[in-house]
């Protein structure tokens, strides 16, 4: 990742950049390699499972950051994972033990991105573990339809021990054994 101020700057680290991988038998791969212009948030990048755009900060009206959070990539990787920990070989596991084998992955998916803007990220993560634990134990109970909100309330999650992420903020994460 080279940062220019202007797309002629760009260009030329990139030329220096081929020249000085090609002395070494390498070279940058053109599918993924792309100059982006990052003023005024006019495109972002995906960098190391986090997409970085430039935007307005909130806190500052009219003064502009580099913000970050997990990429689209990243969001369906921890779903998919959070979906195979999930499924166990057999219906009747407690849902307890379902905790016990997602909570590393939660906390250290949180360890990850807690430097970047996630807070977002982690709110839709926390909702899809709530719904696909409660499915799950609908299913248990033998109750259809998607009405899981009515007997699997937010303070459930909590009860059963989940790792939550919603109050996660950069720089400190509770790390509970």
Aim: a positive charge; proline letters at 3%; charged letters at 20%.
């Amino acid at each position: 990742m080279v940062f220019c101020r202007t797309e002629a700057h760009a260009r030329e680290a990139q030329r220096l950049l081929n020249g000085i991988l090609e002395r070494l038998g390498l070279r940058l791969n053109t599918q993924k390699t792309r100059i982006v212009q990052l003023t005024y948030g006019q495109a972002g990048f995906d960098f190391l499972g986090f997409h970085h755009r430039m935007m307005v900060s909130w806190r500052k009206p009219g003064h502009w950051s580099l913000y970050r959070w997990p990429s689209q990539k990243a969001m369906q990787a921890i779903r998919d994972r959070i979906k195979e920990t999930r499924t166990p070989p057999y219906a009747w596991a407690a849902v307890e033990s379902l905790v016990e084998q997602l909570n590393p992955v939660l906390r250290g998916w949180a360890a990850y991105f807690r430097s970047g803007n996630s807070t977002r990220a982690f709110l839709q993560v926390e909702h899809y573990v709530h719904e696909r634990l409660a499915l799950f134990a609908n299913k248990q109970h033998q109750r259809n339809g998607r009405g899981w909100t009515r007997h699997y309330p937010a303070t459930w999650l909590r009860d059963l021990g989940v790792f939550l992420l919603g109050g996660i903020r950069v720089g400190y994460l509770l790390q509970t054994t």
